[in-house]
């Protein structure tokens, strides 16, 4: 069971360059999120999807946008890549049954440098 | 402004011994509390969960104490072990809506030495 599954796993950009962040998750689950961790820091919130056909920004959403493509997939653009954009991403996803309220599980992370 | 505060960038702690976690949080309306942990290079794991109903959840080695009058909440580690060197992220919720988000606090890191 791979669980939730981030590609790619390194990345470096040039500035104003583009990429997709790509993940899916094999849980069934409804709800998919999108968080960046920089150093010293937790992590924030960048999208995040609860259910198919729907996308919400969270507290970090410039420069970014999302594609809930299917259930399983959920993909993060960065249009014109900055360097402020390097960072560690993690895509997450939950259930939301009230058994598993809010449990999220994370993927294993891309990490992104801007140049 | 946090939401959710880990003033303790690091813990270090004897194998055997207890390790204890600190996590505070200013928003009223959080219910639910989590704590993660992470290795390097990897993504953060589930450990453990607490509702805003009880005031302490038990997993093996770890337990989680809520004091919701405090806004505070603490996960215990006992025995500490090598293996449980991570760093712990603390996080809350609110509410019962689908896709709720997390808050995360800033981490701790522990080192538990043999």
């Known amino acids: 069971n791979a669980g939730v599954t981030q590609t790619p796993k390194f990345q470096v950009l040039k500035t104003g360059q583009s990429m997709t962040l790509q993940c899916a998750q094999d849980?069934?689950?409804?709800?998919m999120y999108w968080y960046r961790q920089d150093p010293g820091m937790g992590l924030r919130l960048i999208y995040y999807s609860a259910s198919e056909g729907t996308t919400d920004k969270g507290e970090v959403p410039n420069g970014y946008n999302v594609s809930r493509l299917n259930k399983r997939e959920f993909s993060l653009r960065l249009e014109s890549a900055a360097p402020s954009q390097t960072s560690v991403y993690f895509c997450?996803?939950?259930?939301?049954?009230?058994?598993?309220?809010?449990?999220?599980?994370f993927g294993a992370g891309t990490r992104l440098s801007v140049l | 402004d946090q939401q959710v505060k880990q003033n303790s960038p690091s813990l270090s702690v004897q194998e055997g011994r207890i390790s204890i976690l600190n996590c505070d949080y200013t928003n009223s309306m959080f219910d639910y509390f989590l704590w993660y942990k992470k290795y390097p290079a990897e993504g953060p794991t589930f450990l453990i969960s607490i509702s805003s109903i009880k005031d302490k959840n038990e997993d093996g080695r770890f337990t989680v104490f809520l004091n919701k009058s405090a806004k505070h909440l603490s996960l215990h580690i006992v025995p500490s072990q090598p293996g449980d060197s991570a760093v712990y992220f603390c996080a809350a919720s609110a509410g019962d809506q689908a896709g709720t988000a997390l808050i995360f606090g800033k981490g701790t890191t522990l080192s538990v030495s043999s």
């Open positions: 849980m069934n689950h409804n709800s």
């Open positions: 997450a996803s939950s259930e939301d049954s009230t058994y598993a309220k809010n449990i999220q599980y």
